[in-house]
Nanobody, 126 residues
Framework: VQLQASGGGLVQAGGSLRLSCAAS????????MGWFRQAPGKEREFVAGISRGSISTFYADSVKGRFTISRDNAKNTLYLQMNNLKPEDTAVYYC????????????????????WGQGTQVTVSS
């Protein structure tokens, strides 16, 4: 599956952005999906994940209550609604697909994800 992330940009602290990840080339609904981010000098970290049928979602503690992950399998698209953004949310955001057998459990280890989008930059100014 090919993934294309978009929607990043520059926003002031307290603002909102909505990221999108368009999938093509395979059955999007057969993958659990995740959003990850990587700030300069830091390792890639898990942000949020969603199961194939949207039954399960899971969030990093740092974004819980501010970010919402969702998907539209009919449109082959993954979303990340980010509200009340903070300067520490500044990073390149990546979407990723997990083709593992478990349809419910959300994997937070980036090494378990098989396919990655190219990333979209999110910059939050103070």
């Amino acid at each position: 599956v090919q993934l294309q992330a978009s929607g990043g940009g520059l926003v002031q602290a307290g603002g909102s952005l909505r990221l999108s990840c368009a999938a093509s080339g395979d059955t999007f609904s057969s993958y659990n999906m995740g959003w990850f981010r990587q700030a300069p000098g830091k390792e890639r970290e898990f942000v949020a994940g969603i199961s194939r049928g949207s039954i399960s979602t899971f969030y990093a503690d740092s974004v819980k209550g501010r970010f919402t992950i969702s998907r539209d399998n009919a449109k082959n698209t993954l979303y990340l609604q980010m509200n009340n953004l903070k300067p520490e949310d500044t990073a390149v955001y990546y979407c990723a697909a997990d083709s593992g057998a478990n349809a419910i459990v959300i994997i937070t280890n980036p090494n378990r994800y098989n396919y990655w989008g190219q990333g979209t930059q999110v910059t939050v100014s103070s």
